[in-house]
């Protein structure tokens, strides 16, 4: 069964809306920057990440895009996705939505060029480290080399890059020149 099918039969955390198609943005970079879960003014509506249904960059988008610009790319070149394919309005589920929908977030990554996972705050941190962290700002901008599926990755978790989370640009700057600099590795 394809991606889009099983998002869209998924009922495994109720009938909420979805994000089905794109389920990814493709880019060129070598890393995937993986969100929490879709906003539901966000790109279920443009089909566009970071983009709102008039076609204007989103606060994230555009913070997003201000740390990708430092290292020489922008909001519309990365590969992007959500760990969780619906909207989640309640963080308190965003654990166990996270769990659900791993599977599909594991054969996502397979079938994407990327070497290098970017992670926007606790729960695709959490979930892909297979680890209850207990403070996040103990394994931002650190490096974790992982397998999934038999694939290796290098993993770096950055602060969620809204405009109302104060360490979401500032406290990023450092952790994508290090980003930049696994990018050079990979050459």
């Given at each position: 069964m394809e991606i889009k099918s099983k998002i869209e039969s998924c009922s495994l955390c109720g009938v909420l809306p979805k994000l089905v198609e794109p389920s990814i943005q493709l880019g060129t970079t070598p890393f995937v920057v993986i969100g929490e879960s879709p906003a539901k003014d966000g790109w279920i509506q443009s089909k566009r990440a970071f983009y709102n249904s008039s076609g204007k960059l989103q606060g994230t988008g555009r913070v997003l895009n201000n740390l990708l610009k430092n290292i020489g790319y922008s909001i519309n070149d990365i590969y992007f996705t959500e760990c969780c394919k619906c909207v989640i309005e309640n963080r308190k589920n965003l654990g166990f939505c996270t769990q659900n929908c791993l599977p599909i977030l594991y054969?996502?990554?397979?079938?994407?060029?990327?070497?290098?996972?970017?992670?926007?705050?606790?729960?695709?941190?959490?979930?892909?480290?297979?680890?209850?962290?207990?403070?996040?700002?103990?394994?931002?901008?650190?490096?974790f080399e992982i397998e999934i599926?038999?694939?290796?990755?290098?993993?770096?978790?950055?602060?969620?890059?809204?405009?109302?989370?104060?360490?979401?640009?500032?406290?990023?700057?450092?952790?994508?020149?290090?980003?930049?600099?696994?990018?050079?590795?990979?050459?």
């Open positions: 054969e996502q990554l397979e079938d994407i060029p990327c070497k290098i996972i970017v992670t926007m705050g606790l729960f695709p941190t959490q979930a892909l480290l297979g680890t209850k962290i207990n403070k996040f700002a103990d394994v931002v901008g650190k490096t599926n038999s694939l290796a990755y290098t993993l770096i978790p950055i602060y969620h890059p809204s405009p109302l989370n104060p360490r979401g640009y500032k406290d990023n700057i450092e952790i994508f020149e290090k980003i930049k600099n696994l990018i050079a590795g990979l050459k």
